[in-house]
């Protein structure tokens, strides 16, 4: 009698998206980012990112800068060791419009990472974000995993206007780590997901590294909404994270390469687009 070892097939990917991405419309999609201007003059977009340490926060920044100003840019300091937190600074990032002093009526926060650490350190974590979220915290602030922002701090904002304050909060998170998220880290998330509900802030997610978790995607990332895989794991993580798969993005972030490719700018357009219109919603019903 002979050994029966099966091995299993790959999940088959789905014939038709589940999600529309109007591929060949890079750009119109850009356009419409570029058109975007909030109803109140003088008003910008605060979107600040958050979530695990490598999980792909500053490349997203870098990539969302590099799609808009339609050139390869690194600003965003990206850590290339996955044993390391990279960034230990709160940085804002304004992204050039066309000539160096126009810029898009929009910012991205990047801030350090969410590691396991202890009990204290993660409630640190926690009153941090809130604070940021509240605009308390001025750019250049080093986070301090030990004390939260203090309010006699340099960096301590005690009256933060209404474009110091977050309009929409990013968890990003590593598609190939969703089932490998401690207990820990998740924690963190769901507390600052509750103090953003306490804020009335939005909350969604950016879903990174899905051609590391993918091999289908990997292939061609226009196959992003056929994969099963992906799609598995993107419902796991809004089991997980409370967040609702509609408010859950996944992106390729630019990260070894050197020239732009229009299927990557789609996709990151298409989440930015998504984050665009949820964060001008909130300013416009905190506005009438
Ligand atoms: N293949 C692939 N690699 C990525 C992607 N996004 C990020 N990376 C890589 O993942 C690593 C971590 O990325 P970072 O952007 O530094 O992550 P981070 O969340 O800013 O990390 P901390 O600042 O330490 O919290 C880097 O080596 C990136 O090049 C992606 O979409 N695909
Ligand atoms: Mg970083």
């Known amino acids: 009698m002979g050994n029966y070892f099966f091995k299993p097939a790959p999940p088959p990917s789905l014939s038709e998206p589940w999600r529309e991405i109007n591929w060949g419309e890079r750009q119109s999609a850009l356009k419409s980012v570029q058109d975007y201007k909030p109803r109140i003059k003088g008003q910008h977009l605060r ?6 340490v490598g999980a792909g926060k500053s490349s997203f920044i870098n990539s969302v800068i590099s799609v ?16 390391d937190c990279c960034t230990k600074k709160y940085t804002t990032y304004k992204i050039q419009k066309g000539s160096p002093d126009a810029f898009y009526p929009l910012v991205l926060n990047d801030m350090s990472g969410v590691k396991n650490g202890t009990r204290r350190n993660r409630k640190i974590h926690v009153k941090d974000v809130t604070r940021l979220m509240k605009g308390h915290v001025k750019d250049g602030y080093t986070f301090n995993p030990e004390c939260k922002i203090s309010k006699d701090d340099q960096h301590y904002n005690t009256s933060p206007t209404v474009n110091d304050k977050v309009h929409v909060l990013v968890s990003v998170i590593d598609a190939s780590k969703v089932s490998l998220m401690s207990h820990e880290v998740l924690e ?4 600052i997901r509750e103090e953003a509900k306490e804020l009335g802030i939005p909350h969604v997610a950016i879903l990174t590294q899905i051609d590391q978790a993918c091999p289908e995607i990997q292939k061609d990332i226009k ?21 609702p798969l509609n408010s859950i993005f996944p992106v390729k972030n630019y990260h070894d390469e050197i020239d732009l490719n229009g299927d990557v700018d789609s996709l990151i357009l298409s989440a930015l687009r998504s984050i665009i219109n949820i964060g001008e919603d909130f300013l416009n019903r905190k506005n009438t």
């Open 223 to 243: 196959n992003v909404y056929r994969s099963i895989k992906l799609r598995e794991k993107m419902e796991q993580f809004s089991v997980n994270s409370g967040i």
């Open 188 to 191: 963190v998330m769901l507390d």
């Open 68 to 83: 808009l100003e339609v050139k390869m840019r690194t600003l965003a300091v990206t850590e290339s060791t996955s044993t």
């Open 47 to 52: 979107i600040l990112l958050h979530g695990p």
